[in-house]
């Protein structure tokens, strides 16, 4: 697990219970460092496969089937922080965002793909900034796994030893700039298609009900996002059919939300359908912002001294795509 990545999977069901009220902000970076380390342990064989998929060695060379746990203890020992700092990032940063105001009309084109309102850049915003701050806390302790997966080294002091030998403190961040730069895309390929699942979800639920689902509205129009108790409303998003009402508690807490659509019935994303949706999601983005993360690898691994000389290399042996399987069923399994 890399990254922002690691904590993804957990996102989804932390939005969905969000639901039941917002979490208290300590609450949320123990729980996210948590099950980021969880998750980010229980498929570590898959990340090995992949990073011995992308290695320039090959993957028979590189370790193959052996000793998929090789480096799993720098990984789980940066987890919980790395976990925390996203989380804890994640959620200052879209409190921030909360109070700013989509006025402008969307695209047409991500009307189509977001599927439910223009609040979900502002989510992929906060996604990028929060895995800016733990590519940080991460970044050392997967230059140290990978070279470990590997074969590269044997053992934890061995690799230490080795990556500071080869460049000193610097070299414990070589591919930071890389695995930053990976997450701009991935979150603004998840988030919107995250979205349009959800929101397919929505409409085929309202068809089972026995209710057509009304025709988007155009894209320059605004409706309000409606909290009872709030002062008022204010237009937070461009109208596409529906609106979430967030129904609060005497004391202000959210008790429940719903994405209610003009002329169908109220409906509710699930725990399990949110988490289905953000799997689907975080495979198709894992997928597309492969190639950037062989360059990540590469890097990491010391293969390559800059990204222009990993993409000569990857493209002078094909491997673009590698280890696309074993990366996109990562996101799947961590998604569930």
């Known amino acids: 697990a890399r990254c922002g990545e690691g904590r993804r999977a957990s996102r989804v069901l932390m939005d969905e219970a969000e639901a039941a009220g917002p979490p208290p902000f300590a609450l949320a970076v123990v729980a996210g460092g948590c099950a980021s380390a969880t998750v980010d342990v229980a498929i570590y064989p898959l990340d090995t496969l992949k990073t011995r998929l992308q290695a320039p060695a090959g993957f028979a060379v590189s370790g193959g089937w052996r000793r998929l746990f090789a480096g799993v203890l720098p990984t789980a020992l940066s987890s919980v922080p790395g976990g925390a700092v996203f989380f804890g990032v994640y959620e200052l940063t879209k409190a921030r965002l909360e109070g700013v105001a989509v006025d402008e009309a969307i695209p047409p084109a991500f009307n189509g793909i977001g599927g439910g309102g223009g609040l979900w850049h502002k989510d ?8 800016a701050a733990s590519c940080l806390v991460r970044t050392p302790a997967a230059i140290v796994s990978q070279r470990m997966q590997i074969g590269q080294y044997g053992s934890l002091r061995e690799a230490l030893s080795g990556v500071f030998a080869g460049g000193g403190w610097r070299g414990f961040y070589t591919g930071l700039g890389v695995s930053i730069a990976r997450e701009l895309p991935f979150a603004f390929v998840q988030f919107p298609l995250y979205e349009a699942l959800k929101r397919l979800v929505h409409r085929r639920r309202a068809a089972e009900a026995g209710t057509a689902a ?9 409706i309000t996002r409606r909290a009872s108790g709030s002062h008022g409303s204010s237009p937070l998003r461009p109208a596409l059919g529906g609106e979430e009402v967030r129904f609060r508690n005497a004391d202000g807490k959210v008790a429940r939300k719903e994405t209610r659509v003009e002329g169908e019935p109220a409906a509710v994303i699930t725990a399990v359908e949110g988490a289905a949706c953000g799997s689907l999601a ?4 894992a997928a597309f912002t492969t190639p950037l993360d062989v360059v990540k690898t590469r890097l990491m691994l010391g293969s390559a001294r800059t990204w222009r000389g990993a993409v000569r290399q990857m493209l002078a042996e094909g491997a673009l795509f590698s280890g696309m399987l074993p990366r996109v069923g990562w996101m799947t399994i961590g998604g569930v």
């Open 124 to 131: 992929a915003c906060a996604a990028v900034t929060a895995a």
């Open 282 to 285: 975080g495979a198709a983005a």
């Open 214 to 222: 009304a025709p988007a509205a155009p894209a320059a129009a605004q």
